[in-house]
Nanobody
């Protein structure tokens, strides 16, 4: 049984940074072979794709976070990270990591329906 567990969220002031982690368990090198994505959902809003990372280390980002967020993975730790910098109030949301069955992310990477495995989320709150 694969599990994804996020951590690293918290409350920060505008302009601050956090590093979110998504640790996979139950399947060795799980994050290596799949398209891994980070999503966020603010109250009253739809879940939004933030970043994705394919098996070949190709990365892609939502326009709203380009230049501020960085997705990466650690093979040995079976963990995917999301470094979030220059945070603003619009970044306040619950952040989720997810894994797709495919190894490539493709142009429809922001579609949550592509992803089969989800973590429970970690809250990021940015105060001005």
């Amino acid at each position: 049984q694969v599990q994804l567990v996020e951590s690293g969220g918290g409350s920060v002031q505008a302009g601050g940074s956090l590093r979110l982690s998504c640790a996979a368990s139950g399947y060795i090198y799980f994050v290596v072979y799949r398209c891994m994505g980070w999503f966020r959902q603010a109250p009253g809003k739809e879940r939004e794709g933030v970043a994705a990372l394919g098996r070949d280390d190709t990365t892609t980002y939502a326009d709203s976070v380009k230049g501020r967020f960085t997705i990466s993975k650690d093979y040995a730790k079976n963990t995917v990270y999301l470094q979030v910098n220059s945070l603003n109030s619009e970044d306040t949301a619950m952040y989720y990591c997810a894994a797709a069955e495919s190894s490539t992310c493709g142009s429809n990477w922001p579609d949550p329906r592509r992803y089969n495995f989800w973590g429970q989320g970690t809250q990021v709150t940015v105060s001005s």
